[in-house]
């Protein structure tokens, strides 16, 4: 899952439309509130994000095994994204589902933590 979570958070600091492979059309995101449904909509939305690079830094990962072979992952850690000097704190929690010999997300929840 350590790799899973490498891979994905890679992308995201500096290619966010290659994070499509990794939802499907059924996979839902809520970023900071707002709710997404669909690879379309979820990537438009990361790759719409107010930067084009930024470092990514969890400092804590919790798994639990799921129905269906599924994982529940619970992140924590920073962001830095360009031009800014401070990095920002973050939560996000994904519901990953097996499909072949790799997973798929089915839901993602981010959100930053503020105070």
């Known amino acids: 899952m350590q790799a899973f979570l490498q891979y994905y958070y890679q992308l995201f600091e500096s290619n966010r ?3 499509a492979n990794l939802y499907q059309e059924g996979s839902m995101l809520t970023f900071e509130g707002q709710k ?3 690879t379309q909509a979820i990537v438009a939305k990361l790759a719409a994000l107010p930067f084009n690079q930024a470092k990514v830094n969890p400092t804590s990962m919790d798994f639990q095994p799921s129905v269906a072979g599924g994982i529940m992952v619970f992140v924590t850690g920073s962001i830095q994204t360009e031009g800014e000097s401070n ?3 973050f939560s996000q929690v994904f519901h990953l589902m097996p499909v ?3 997973f798929v997300v ?3 929840m981010f959100r930053l933590n503020y105070g």
């Open 36 to 38: 997404f449904q669909g």
């Open 100 to 102: 072949g010999q790799s």
């Open 87 to 89: 990095a920002l704190k």
């Open 17 to 19: 439309a290659g994070l």
């Open 106 to 108: 089915t839901n993602d």
